[in-house]
């Protein structure tokens, strides 16, 4: 794909966002079915299906953002920096929803929009997803469904929590995550993108699965990772993990006082920032309006630019 034809898709997407704002006249909780959009720009990674899932991919909106769920097929969707603009470094963007939904425009297309107008070569990533309910009205009620609220003391998992959360097979996600990786390396040279600064940041979810990818995978080799509001509970940091910029606000649930995951990479002599906001609640992505956590990215293209993650090495 030309940057020609990837600029395009953006437009379409961003067009389809300004729509989907637009259209939404009760920033509410609601969920409302949502046309499938075209996604013109979107690459399938040839993954594989989801066993189980009979239902197809369907789309909805809730607080005003595009949602998918049950994502047999996994795509990739460059967001690509205008010519002359772009500085080498890449991110793969991984958008949030229990691994049962991704928040698409919030956590996915505009945050990509972002990183490409500041010179950074950003890709959504739309990874397979754990079924849902075929009907949506069968889904809007799982979703509605009563939870217990998880204790104060109980232990979490790297970015995936509350308890329930805990136990899910994320091997269909890591093979994604691995195949976005290694098309980024494969077409670098088409994507203008510096090899050694591809770095990873996710939302919830997405957060989870960057830090799965950060313990677990031998084959993707990132640079930086960015878990935005995922989950705190200490991990088992490996050798050679990245430096860590790391968001969350104290009124996330997934907070409840942690700081595990910070300590860990501390104690591990790796790179931390650690950005504590006072408020913003859950899946704020870029940010909403009078809350001090909408400035955390602009603090983490600070910190990109202080460590270099922006410029390229010597010889490159």
């Known amino acids: ?13 961003l067009a389809a966002l300004l729509v989907f704002a637009v259209s939404v006249k009760a920033q509410d909780g609601t969920i409302y079915p949502l046309e499938a959009p075209s996604e013109p720009g979107a690459i399938p990674l040839g993954t594989g299906g989801v066993d189980g899932q009979p239902a197809p991919e369907t789309w909805f ?32 963007v991984a958008p949030g929803g229990g691994f049962r939904w991704l928040s698409m425009g919030n956590e996915g297309w505009e945050v990509a929009q ?8 950003a890709f959504v990533l739309k990874y397979r997803l754990h079924p849902t309910p075929a009907s949506l ?9 009563p939870r217990p609220a998880p204790a104060a003391s109980a232990s979490t998992s790297p970015g995936v929590t509350p308890p329930s959360l805990l136990q899910q097979d994320l091997s269909n996600q ?4 691995e195949a976005a990786y290694a098309m980024i390396l494969d077409r670098a040279e088409e994507w203008g993108v510096d090899t050694d600064r591809i770095g990873m940041i996710g939302f919830s979810a997405g957060a989870g699965l960057t830090m799965h990818a950060t313990l677990n995978s031998q084959a993707m080799k990132l640079a930086f ?24 606000a ?13 300590d860990s990479w501390y104690k591990a002599g790796i790179p931390v920032e650690f950005h504590l906001y006072q408020n913003g609640g859950h899946g704020f992505g870029l940010g909403n309006p009078d809350r ?25």
């Open 61 to 92: 909106r809730q607080w005003g953002d595009p949602m998918a769920r049950n994502i047999s097929t996994a795509t990739l969707t460059p967001f690509l920096p205008e010519r002359g603009k772009a500085n080498g470094a890449a991110v793969i």
């Open 174 to 177: 890591l093979e994604d995550a």
């Open 292 to 316: 001090t956590s909408n400035r955390w990215f602009d603090a983490f293209m600070h910190w990109l630019e202080v460590n270099d993650f922006l410029t390229a090495k010597s010889g490159k």
């Open 225 to 248: 990772i960015g878990p935005i509001y995922g989950g705190m509970g200490p991990v088992e940091v490996p050798k050679h993990a990245p430096p860590m910029f790391n968001v969350i």
């Open 1 to 13: 794909m030309t940057y020609k034809s990837i600029n395009l898709a953006k437009t379409c997407i």
């Open 137 to 145: 009205d069968d889904f809007t009620a799982w979703m509605n469904r």
């Open 114 to 121: 972002a990183l490409a107008d500041k010179g950074i070569a």
């Open 250 to 262: 104290t009124d996330d649930f997934l907070f409840r006082g942690q700081f595990g995951v910070i």
